[in-house]
Nanobody
Framework: QVQLVESGGGLVQPGDSLRISCTAS????????LGWYRQAPGTQRDLVADTDKIGFITYGNSVRDRFRVSKDDAQNTMYLHMNSVQPEDTAIYYC?????????WGRGTQVTVSS
């Protein structure tokens, strides 16, 4: 079983940058797929970025030019670097892991973009 804990969310202004984190209870090298998803009120949970073991990253269309994923294997942590945030980026951001066919979710961290 893998536990995921997101952190770093908060209130930011349009145009700001923010980094959020996802720390896993297992080595992230052992995780088949590790990604970020987000869900705004009244909407479905959507892909932000998804990574595989060899480092291939898929970004959602609305963030591919502004957001970037990085990993710290030693800290078992994945980061989402959010640049030029906009009010439409407001959502709960969730970390998702897939290990041997099992899917795990974190509880999420709220990001609110507002002036």
């Amino acid at each position: 079983q893998v536990q995921l804990v997101e952190s770093g969310g908060g209130l930011v202004q349009p145009g700001d940058s923010l980094r959020i984190s996802c720390t896993a209870s297992a080595s992230i090298r052992s995780i088949d797929r590790l990604g970020w998803y987000r869900q705004a009120p009244g909407t479905q949970r959507d892909l932000v970025a998804d990574t595989d073991k060899i480092g291939f990253i898929t970004y959602g269309n609305s963030v591919r030019d502004r957001f970037r994923v990085s990993k710290d294997d030693a800290q078992n942590t994945m980061y989402l670097h959010m640049n030029s945030v906009q009010p439409e980026d407001t959502a709960i951001y969730y970390c998702k892991a897939i290990v041997s066919g099992q899917t795990y979710w974190g509880r999420g961290t709220q990001v609110t973009v507002s002036s």
